[in-house]
């Protein structure tokens, strides 16, 4: 499983990063975890992370969801909806039955960026339970 997303991906992240004006020497805001910002008339929380580091990783997302989770066309959402409907029950289980390791693995890299393989049922359900949490938090943002 890579961590990791693409150098395209990655590159497009800190441009958005260079952009904000949070931008500080590198950093989302100067180092401070949770420093708290007005951003569309909320208060957030910055990260304080170094973003050449925290850009590169698939799993992150920037704290005012300008990139990552918070930054999701919306028929991309709606795949990742649907595909959690054909594969899992009212209550969030995987259904039991055969499921399509090649359609997990695409819908995740069209989420996160990421590329995954999964040859084994454990690892297919956690690329699953993946699109969940990150479907989840986008309804959150």
């Known amino acids: 499983m890579s961590f990791t997303v693409s150098n395209k991906l990655y590159n497009e992240r800190l441009a958005i990063c260079k952009a904000c004006p ?14 708290k910002v007005m951003h569309k008339n909320r208060l957030v929380n ?4 170094q973003m050449f580091i ?12 300008k990139w990552g989770w918070g930054n999701l066309p919306s028929e991309k959402m709606d795949r990742a909806k649907a595909f959690l409907a054909k594969y ?16 997990a693995a695409q819908v995740w890299h069209e989420l996160s960026g990421e590329y995954k393989t999964a040859s084994c049922s454990g690892c297919i359900k956690e690329i699953i339970y993946q699109i969940q949490r990150y479907v989840k938090e986008k309804a959150n943002d």
């Open 22 to 35: 949070h931008f500080n020497k590198g950093f989302c805001g100067d180092a401070v975890i949770g420093k």
């Open 46 to 49: 910055l990260c304080g992370c």
């Open 54 to 65: 925290k850009g590169k990783l698939a799993f992150a997302k920037c704290p005012i969801g």
């Open 88 to 103: 899992t029950d009212d209550k969030g289980m995987v259904k039991n039955g055969e499921i399509n390791a090649q359609e």
